[in-house]
């Protein structure tokens, strides 16, 4: 517990300092008597310096690479919006040639997301090491982060480990978006719908109760995509969304190239779907292929 804390503060202390400097602004601007325009013009700065900060904060907790995998091929993006949110993806080293994969999506925008997300991060290092169960690991998150998060804010995860020995997945999804895999010797698509809500919720006992966990085999050939809601959601200007079968089309009609040109595949066509709508929520996408 005490290494969970001092992670925890490592990253979280930066974050405080931070809020603190933007809140003593404020305070000093309020304090001289200034006209009310000009408040609101300060505020609006504020706030846009309060985006950038958040967005530069998500991005420094991101992987800065992809691990090296044997006999795999993986590539991972995340793409704040403008008001950024608190999308997080992470790559964990275990031991017995296994690794695990994390992705999440954080409810909120600005630096409240980014302070939840930077918790995540931080009590799922340190509990991932723990134990290899994805969804013993998933119940541990949730139960210090009911203890911390506004109960009107949550987290979903979706938490896998690839055993490298026997090329399997295990995983257990909290409140996300289901996971995809595109089988290469069947030439179908199978979505990972195992049951379980998001973290923050509800302290431990129906959390536990409603989360699976599940072991599937990754073939050669076989492509294991994780993704946020930005991606699907994503609109254009008559409010469509992107889609889910969108995504899964795409994906099977271009098993063929590689991890990074499949995710740099995915973003194109979403821009390109949206055209010039703006962006409001993160776009984060994880693509693992066995060779």
């Keep these: 517990m005490n290494f969970i804390l001092l ?48 967005s530069r904060v998500q991005l420094s907790l991101l992987p800065k690479e992809e691990p090296v995998i044997p006999g ?25 040639n296994k690794i695990g994969i994390a992705i999440g999506d954080v409810s909120g925008k600005g630096i409240g997301a980014a302070i939840y997300m930077t918790l995540t991060k931080g009590i799922l290092q340190a509990h991932a090491e723990e134990n290899v169960s994805p969804s013993n690991v998933l119940v541990k998150v949730n139960r210090l982060l009911y203890k911390t998060i506004e109960k009107n804010s949550f987290v979903s995860m979706f938490y896998a480990i690839l055993d490298k020995n026997n090329n399997t997945i295990t995983y257990s999804r909290a409140g996300h978006n289901p996971g995809i895999l595109c089988s290469q010797q069947s030439g179908g698509t199978r979505l990972l719908l195992s049951k379980g809500m998001a973290l923050g919720l509800e302290e431990g006992s129906l959390f536990t109760s409603t989360l699976n966990e599940e072991t599937i085999e990754i073939k050669a050939g076989d492509i294991f995509v994780l993704y ?6 994503a609109m254009n200007e008559k409010h469509d969304q992107f889609g889910e079968e969108k995504l899964i089309s795409l994906i099977e009609s271009n098993r063929n190239l590689t991890a990074k040109d499949l995710v740099n595949l995915v973003i194109k066509d979403v821009r390109k779907f949206v055209d010039n709508y703006p962006q409001h929520d993160d776009m984060t996408i994880v693509v693992l292929k066995r060779l």
């Design 72 to 96: 795999y091929d993986i590539a991972s993006i995340s793409l704040p919006a403008v008001e950024a949110g608190g999308d997080y993806y992470d790559f964990v080293k275990l031991s017995n």
């Design 7 to 54: 992670v925890i503060a490592y990253l979280i202390i930066p974050l405080i300092y931070v809020i603190s400097r933007i809140k003593k602004e404020e305070f000093v601007l309020e304090n001289y008597g200034l006209p009310s325009h000009v408040l609101r013009i300060s505020e609006r700065e504020r706030l846009k310096k309060e985006m950038e900060i958040a």
């Design 228 to 233: 946020t809601d930005g991606c699907t959601e």
